[in-house]
């Protein structure tokens, strides 16, 4: 399971701002830590419940939903 949390403020004129509250890799950060310094390209596709670079997963070959168009 990936747990990626993301809280948003709405500001003045509709302007949105997400904030990251929780990585994959588990780091905890603090409540007014800065978050653009926690770099996602620092982390491994696995991180994130993918499959490591240069693997693939096989079952990702078959059709999606079993077949059935939806």
């Given at each position: ?36 310094k ?23 070959d ?9």
């Amino acid at each position: 399971m990936v747990r990626v949390s993301l809280s948003t403020d709405v500001y003045a004129r509709g302007r949105r701002v997400h904030t990251l509250t929780a990585c994959p890799c588990g780091y905890v950060f603090d409540p007014n830590e800065n978050r653009w310094k926690h770099f996602l390209e620092d982390h491994r596709p696995e991180d994130f419940g993918l499959s490591p670079l240069g693997e693939r997963d096989e079952s990702a070959d078959g059709p999606l939903h079993g077949g059935v168009c939806l």
